[in-house]
């Protein structure tokens, strides 16, 4: 059964910081590792997508990694903002599964 | 930029009572999810729906939940009798089938939170 840790659970820095979130899962057959953002009592916002061929996505300033074999992705956020307060989850996906299972997620508060 | 919505975006409900919450794809999508996360919780998969049938479930996923694609563009979760347990933020994602393996980006609707009382 697949479980995805994420560490920290919450984590404050100060406005400007480079920051790095992480995401370990068990069964390295996966199929692909997205990355999502949530604020408080809304939906999920896909912010990445890493097929199990890739080692790293990027977009704008945030960087997401893989590592199959260690079992474990990162999301590197730079000169985080404010506004990048909010909640991070991973969510794996298996070889042969449609199910996407989700971490608990790193709950991010960036100060001005 | 199209995305999923979902109404309605609150529901209460008594204990024993159906419930049936709905979803409208992103229009070109193929597959489609419930998953729910209770207050304080990991998000959990449900059911996974792909060409008018059920194509994963869990083991939540029993015989009080069902789910229908009644027209071209409505997706829905019904809950024959709701528990209190079943208390919880829904959510109705869909995904493209692309010529890529492994680029199906699931998108997620802005949920549906249910109160059973």
């Known amino acids: 059964k697949q479980e995805v840790t994420q560490i920290p659970a919450a984590l404050s820095v100060p406005e400007g910081e480079n920051l790095v979130l992480n995401c370990s899962f068990t069964d390295s057959a996966i199929y692909n590792l997205q990355w999502f953002r949530q604020d408080p009592g809304k939906g999920l916002t896909s912010l990445l997508l890493?097929?199990?061929?890739?080692r790293e996505q990027t977009s704008g300033r945030l960087n997401a990694s893989l590592d199959k074999s260690s079992g474990r992705s990162t999301l590197y956020i730079a000169a985080s903002q404010p506004g990048d307060s909010a909640t991070y989850l991973c969510?794996?996906?298996?070889?042969?599964?449609?199910?996407?299972?989700f971490g608990t997620g790193t709950r991010l508060l960036v100060s001005p | 930029e199209p995305e999923v919505t979902q109404t309605p975006s609150h529901q209460v409900t008594q204990m024993g009572q159906e419930v049936i919450l709905r979803c409208v794809p992103i229009s070109n999508h193929l597959y489609f999810y419930w998953y729910r996360q209770i207050l304080g919780q990991k998000v959990e998969f449900l059911v996974s729906f792909y060409n008018n049938e059920i194509s994963e479930k869990s083991e939540i996923f029993d015989d009080q939940f069902s789910v229908e694609r009644p027209d071209g563009s409505n997706f829905t979760l019904k809950i024959r009798s709701t528990k209190l347990e079943d208390s919880a933020m829904y959510f109705c994602?869909?995904?493209?089938?692309?010529?890529?393996?492994?680029?199906?980006?699931?998108?997620f609707g802005p949920g549906t939170r249910l109160l059973v009382l």
């Open positions: 890493i097929q199990s061929s890739q």
């Open positions: 969510a794996v996906r298996l070889t042969g599964f449609q199910k996407l299972v």
């Open positions: 994602a869909s995904s493209l089938r692309v010529a890529t393996r492994g680029q199906e980006t699931q998108y």
